[in-house]
């Protein structure tokens, strides 16, 4: 492609997205301001035990095998 051509098309592609950044920032600004978040729940009975049980399941998982081989 001609150096030129290459440059003129860069310089379209680049106000295109000026244009488009500019409709992103109005669009933004005219919108309504968000909620703010609520605040989180202390976790439940049912996923405090999941988690303990995965971590009972890591502790096995990773005992040492010379305690096992001595019984």
Same mark, same amino acid.
């Given at each position: 492609? &001609? #150096? @030129?051509? &290459? +440059?003129? +098309? &860069?310089h379209? $592609?680049?106000? @295109? +997205? $000026?244009a488009e950044a500019d409709a992103y920032r109005l669009a933004a600004a005219a919108r309504l #301001? $968000? $909620?703010p978040r609520r605040p989180r729940r202390p976790r439940d009975l049912r996923t405090r035990l999941g988690w303990a049980l995965v971590e009972v399941g890591l502790r096995l998982a990773a005992a040492p095998k010379a305690a096992a081989a001595s019984a």
């Open positions: 492609m &001609h #150096p @030129e051509n &290459h +440059l003129a +098309l &860069h379209v $592609r680049a106000a @295109e +997205l $000026r #301001p $968000r $909620r």
